[in-house]
C-alpha cells in the first residue's frame, strides 16, 4: 500500500511536467501569452513551429505512458493504482503546481496514460481522434469527439473493469471542461483549422 501511494504521487509529479511552457521559455517566449495561451501541443506548434508541436505532443505523450508503465512494470500494481496513475498524472498535467496549479487541457497525457493503461482503447481513441482530425481539420473537435468515445470504447472493449469505466467518464468530463472556450468558439464559428501548409 505504501509503494501504491509513492506511484501514484510520482504519477502526478511526473503529469505536472509542463514541456510545453518550459520548451517555449527556452526560445524565449511564453506560450501562455500567445496563441489560444495553451500550453498543449496545437498551441505550441502555431506558436513555434511544428516540429516544437510534435517534440511536446511526444513528450506528453510519453509523460503519461511513463506514470501508469512505471506502476505496473516496476511496481506490479494492481488496477486500482494503475487507474489511479493514469488519473493523477492526468490531473498533474490540468492542474500542474509549477504553472499556479494552472496547466493543460490533458487530451495527449491521456492518450499516453492508456497506451499503458489499455493498449487496445488507448489505440481506439487515437484511431478516433485522428480519423475526425482528418474529415474536421479542427483539434479541438477530434479532442471532444475521442474523450466522448473514450467510456464507451472501455465498457466495449475492457468491461470487466468498472474502476476504469468510472475513470474513463470522469475523465472524458474533464477534458470537455477543459475545452469550453474552444466550445465557445465552435459555437460561434471561430474554432481555428489546421490546414497543410
Known amino acids: ?16 511536467l509542463s514541456f510545453g511552457y518550459w520548451l517555449g521559455r527556452f526560445r524565449g517566449i511564453d506560450v501562455r501569452g500567445q496563441g489560444s495561451k495553451n500550453t498543449g501541443a496545437t498551441n505550441v506548434g502555431r506558436v513555434l513551429g511544428k516540429k516544437w ?18 506502476a505496473i512494470k516496476v511496481g506490479h500494481a494492481g488496477d486500482s493504482t494503475a487507474v489511479g496513475a493514469a488519473v493523477m498524472a ?18 495527449a497525457t491521456s492518450a499516453g496514460a492508456l497506451l499503458a493503461l489499455t ?18 481539420r479542427i483539434v479541438s473537435v477530434a479532442s471532444l469527439v475521442a474523450a466522448s468515445a473514450f467510456p464507451f470504447l472501455v465498457f466495449g472493449l ?22 469550453r472556450d474552444n466550445l465557445v468558439r465552435l459555437l460561434q464559428g471561430r474554432e481555428s483549422k489546421l490546414v497543410k501548409k
Open 1 to 16: 500500500m505504501y509503494f501504491d501511494c509513492l506511484y501514484i504521487i510520482l504519477a502526478f509529479f511526473l503529469g505536472s
Open 53 to 70: 508541436g510534435f517534440l511536446v505532443l511526444a513528450l506528453d505523450l510519453g509523460k503519461g505512458w511513463l506514470a501508469v508503465a512505471l
Open 90 to 107: 492526468v490531473l498533474g498535467h490540468v492542474f500542474s503546481p509549477w504553472l499556479g496549479f494552472r496547466g493543460g487541457k490533458g487530451v
Open 119 to 136: 493498449p487496445w482503447v488507448g489505440i481506439s481513441v487515437i484511431g478516433v481522434w485522428g480519423v475526425v482530425f482528418l474529415i474536421s
Open 158 to 179: 475492457d468491461s470487466g473493469r468498472p474502476l476504469l469505466q468510472w475513470a474513463a467518464v470522469g475523465m472524458a468530463g474533464l477534458i470537455w471542461i477543459r475545452h
